[in-house]
C-alpha cells in the first residue's frame, strides 16, 4: 500500500513551453501533497506544500506564478512548471501524506520527473 | 537554516562492514525522525524511523539510535552490502504542525566496495 506515481517519469522541452507534471496516490486519499526539487547530489528542497481544495502555500524564493500548482483531489495534485528554461532543468519529486496508525503524518514520495528544458 | 545536520557527506565502506550516519538538530519540538533511501533517479524510500520515546529501533541489518538529550539520531548499517550503495537522508518533523513537513539533511551518499 501508500504507492505514490508521477507522470511523466521524464520530459524533456523547448525553452518558453509548459510543462505539466501529475502525482497520484493511487491505494490512499492524501491529507496533503508535497512537491519538492532536487539538484544532482543534492537534498531535497521543498517548493510547496498543497491540500486538496485549497491554494497551495509556496515556500520563500519559490515563484507561484511560474510553478502553478493545482489540486484537484484527494488524489491527485499538479505542478505546471510555465515558459519554463533551461535553469528550471531538475528532478521534480512529490510525495503524499497519510495519517498513520500511530497517530502521525507519514509521507511516501513518487518516483520522480527528470525535466529538462532545452 | 539547516534545521537538521547529517554527516558525513559521503562514506565507503567494504561489504560485510558497519556504515554509520549521524544527524543533529535543533528544534525540541520534532518528534519524528525518519531515515530516506534513495538510487540515482528514483524518489527516496522510507528505510525506517523512530520517535523520541525510544532510544533505539531495529529492522534487519538497519538500526536508529536516538539520543534525545543531545538532540543526535544515528542510521547504522550492519554487514554492508554494493546493493545498499545509494544516498541516505535523515529528516525529522513535527507531527503536531505543519501538517507532516519533513526537514532534511543534505544527504550521505554511501558507497559499498564489493
Known amino acids: 500500500g501508500a504507492v505514490v506515481s508521477q507522470h511523466p517519469s521524464r520530459v524533456i522541452c523547448k525553452s518558453g513551453t509548459s510543462v505539466k507534471i501529475e502525482c497520484r496516490s493511487l491505494?490512499?486519499?492524501?491529507?496533503?501533497m508535497f512537491w519538492y526539487r532536487q539538484f544532482p547530489k543534492q537534498s531535497l528542497m521543498l517548493m510547496a506544500t498543497?491540500?486538496?481544495?485549497?491554494?497551495?502555500?509556496?515556500e520563500q524564493g519559490v515563484e507561484k506564478d511560474k510553478f502553478l500548482i493545482n489540486h484537484a483531489s484527494l488524489t491527485l495534485s499538479t505542478l505546471t512548471v510555465t515558459s519554463a528554461h533551461p535553469e528550471d532543468s531538475s528532478f521534480y519529486i512529490c510525495?503524499?501524506?497519510?495519517?498513520?496508525?500511530?497517530?502521525?503524518?507519514?509521507?511516501?514520495f513518487g518516483p520522480g520527473t527528470r525535466l529538462t528544458v532545452l | 537554516q539547516q534545521q537538521v545536520k547529517q554527516s558525513p557527506q559521503s562514506l565507503i565502506v567494504q561489504k560485510g562492514g558497519i556504515s554509520i550516519i549521524n544527524c543533529a538538530y535543533e528544534?525540541?519540538?520534532?518528534?519524528?525522525f525518519p531515515w530516506y533511501q534513495q538510487f540515482p533517479g528514483k524518489g527516496p524510500a522510507l528505510l525506517i524511523a523512530?520517535?523520541?520515546?525510544?532510544s533505539e529501533k531495529k529492522e534487519g541489518r538497519f538500526t536508529i539510535s536516538f539520543n534525545k538529550s543531545a538532540k543526535q539520531f544515528s542510521l547504522h548499517i550492519m554487514d554492508s552490502q554494493p546493493g545498499d550503495s545509494a544516498t541516505y537522508f535523515c529528516?525529522?518533523?513535527?507531527?503536531?504542525?505543519?501538517?507532516?513537513?519533513?526537514?532534511f539533511g543534505r544527504g550521505t551518499q554511501l558507497t559499498v566496495w564489493p
Open positions: 510525495s503524499a501524506t497519510v495519517l498513520g496508525l500511530r497517530g502521525h503524518n507519514e509521507q511516501f
Open positions: 528544534n525540541t519540538a520534532f518528534d519524528y
Open positions: 498543497s491540500n486538496e481544495g485549497s491554494k497551495a502555500t509556496y
Open positions: 491505494d490512499f486519499q492524501a491529507t496533503t
Open positions: 529528516a525529522a518533523s513535527n507531527r503536531g504542525s505543519t501538517l507532516g513537513r519533513l526537514y
Open positions: 523512530i520517535r523520541p520515546d525510544v
